[in-house]
């Protein structure tokens, strides 16, 4: 009887990593933001005027910087964890400064925006874009570099006993 080991697993495909983490980004997003909102009782733009639309784009906007980064890292052959906070640079960059551009254009008003960019810039709102990009990033990388199997019951292992 000679116990071979079983072949080595691929690791998940890097354009499947990045849909399946690109999904979690924007779901850790939607209801970070919307739980948040919900437990202080405040809006994530406080400007009066503005509406649901430079969020809306802002949110895009950190969706783009996050999947061209996390590309950018798990599409190499062994990626660092470390490549994870670039992610979470540049998704939180992003979702501050293109958030205040839209609400500038919105209100027609360069100062609103500024004001805008200031308060995700420090407060909860990008705190919570920046902790989803950095949990979605460090998880595309690690499914990457892993080549863990599907967990299995011990009655569907094939192991003589």
Not at 7 to 16: D, E, I, S
Not at 19 to 38: E, K, M, P, R, W
Request: hydrophobic share 55%; net charge neutral.
């Amino acid at each position: 009887m000679s116990t071979q080991a079983p072949p080595p697993r691929p690791p998940v495909r890097p354009a499947v990593a990045l849909a399946f983490c690109l999904i979690g980004f924007f779901a850790l997003i939607v209801a970070g933001l919307g739980l948040s909102s919900l437990a202080t009782d405040t809006d994530v733009i406080s400007t009066p005027g503005l509406g649901q639309v430079p969020g809306v784009i802002g949110v895009a906007a950190a969706s783009i910087a996050f999947a061209g980064t996390v590309w950018g890292t798990i599409r190499r052959p062994h990626p660092s964890f470390g490549a994870a906070f670039v992610v979470v640079v540049a998704a939180w960059l992003a979702y501050v400064l293109i958030t205040g551009i839209a609400a500038a254009v919105v209100v027609a008003d360069i100062g609103a925006g500024m004001a805008v960019t200031g308060s995700l810039a420090i407060g909860w709102p990008g705190l919570i874009v920046a902790a989803a990009a950095l949990i979605a990033g460090w998880t595309a990388i690690a499914l990457v570099r892993t080549r863990a199997a599907r967990p299995q019951w011990p009655w569907e292992r094939d192991d003589e006993e």
